[in-house]
């Protein structure tokens, strides 16, 4: 079974373009979620969808969105990128219980 | 707003003796509560979970113990092992809401 898989594996913009992290959970998960590490920090909750539908959204500004599609795959759009944004971004899912399989991560740098 | 917290970033044990890393919570709502183990360059893997009508859940030299009262729970490694080194999560949820403490580094020195 394959696990959940994310790509691309690095990520390098510069400040105010937009980057887009697409993410694919394991087959049968319906529910996706986005989290955002930087560097010497814990794991940031950005976004969970779920059936297609965004469920919660950490506290990240608008220009931090995604989307899931039908086939439960997901994408985090960040736009106008700044300095900070740069960090590892985690994808994970789940079926209904949230013991959560993640995938190796988004690095993005925004020089 | 951080509803879990690790307040420990860091945490050395000698091989061989027990390591416990703590976590507490703010929101009473959170039903389950899990830790995750991450190497570098590797997205999380899970280790072991609790539900909150349980005080305790044991998966061979892991163990978690939940109290609820205190909102607390912490993670025993008995006997700990040098490939147990690596940055500990821990996480809580409800209704699938999942959040995340900062981590807690584990190194176990031979």
């Known amino acids: 079974e394959a696990g959940v898989t994310q790509s691309p594996t690095h990520l390098i913009k510069t400040r105010g373009q937009q980057a887009t992290l697409r993410c694919s959970p394991i087959s049968g998960h319906t529910s996706v979620y986005w989290y955002q590490q930087a560097l010497g920090l814990g794991l940031q909750f950005l976004l969970w969808?779920?059936?297609?539908?965004?469920?919660n959204r950490g506290n990240f500004p608008p220009r931090f969105s995604g989307r899931q599609f039908p086939n439960y795959s997901s994408e985090l759009n960040v736009n106008a990128l700044e300095l900070e944004d740069s960090a590892l971004y985690l994808c994970?899912?789940?079926?209904?219980?949230?013991?959560?399989?993640f995938g190796s991560g988004t690095q993005l740098s925004v020089l | 707003d951080q509803q879990v917290k690790q307040n420990s970033p860091s945490l050395s044990v000698q091989e061989g003796r027990i390591s416990i890393l703590n976590c507490d919570y703010t929101n009473s709502m959170f039903d389950y509560f899990l830790w995750y183990k991450k190497y570098p360059a590797e997205g999380p893997t899970f280790l072991i979970s609790?539900?909150?009508?349980?005080d305790k859940n044991e998966d061979g030299r892991f163990t978690v113990f939940l109290n609820k009262s205190a909102k607390h729970l912490s993670l025993h490694i008995v006997p700990s092992q040098p490939g147990d080194s690596a940055v500990y999560f821990c996480?809580?949820?409800?209704?699938?809401?999942?959040?995340f403490g900062a981590g807690t580094r584990l190194t176990v020195k031979p």
């Open positions: 996480a809580a949820s409800v209704n699938n809401d999942m959040r």
């Open positions: 994970a899912s789940s079926l209904s219980y949230p013991n959560g399989a």
């Open positions: 609790i539900s909150s009508i349980k």
């Open positions: 969808y779920d059936e297609g539908e965004e469920r």
